[in-house]
């Protein structure tokens, strides 16, 4: 019998494997109601939907490895790069599915969520304040309008598959939907800022690079306290804490 690997838990959430087969626990079916739907509409391969019995999805394991992850290195080629980058372009020039998602928030209600989050980041003495100040002040250049894009949300290095340089399947797709492109681009580079170019070479044009140091400031702002309170450590080298000081 295969043995039952804990991909990811906390309390929100878990991801467990068996085998071949990824089993999803949610508490929140809302977020695998969209996750099922934005599988069903994106252009990208991704993995196959073996059964749903809520609260529990299993999908199948794609082939191939991740880019790598958060904190760590990366072996893959700069064309397994740039053919993630096609991916991503490929997927936010799709027609757009129905909801909005987590990269298609508002600037006014995200610049609300910074502003308390970051009074939090200090009074709880989590970080630096001058930290906090520089990298609040970076994040504003995110708060401005933007071409609604379909969006996967959480675009993490770990979260794409390759078998040598070809997107095999990008997993993870709960908080997808219509939303700002270059949160995606953002999420996909961030802590890897060295393969920007190689991303751009598949992606193309219309990218900011103002705009995606924004969201990595304003992304790794909101990111500390949860990832602390939830067993995680933004605190790691190359992490969200190291993206916040290259900012300074």
Known sequence: MDEVEVVVAHS???TLRVGDVFLKVDADQARIDAEVEAM???PVPTPEILWRKPPVLAIAALPGTTLGRLGGPSTASPAAWAAAGAAIRKLHDAP???????????ADALAAELDAECELLVTKGLLPADLVTRNRRVAEAALRPWTPAFTHGDLQIAHVFLEGDEVTGIIDWSEAGRGDALYDLATFLLGHEEHFDDVLAGYG????LDVIHAWWSLRSLLAVRWLIEHGFDPFAPGCEVDVLRARM
């Not at 044009?205 to 900011?208: A, K, P, R, S």
Request: aromatic residues 0%; proline residues 14%.
């Open 205 to 208: 044009t219309g990218v900011d």
């Open 12 to 14: 929100e959430r878990a």
């Open 96 to 106: 757009l599915p129905p909801r909005p998602g987590r990269a298609g928030r508002s």
């Open 40 to 42: 069903s509409l994106a």
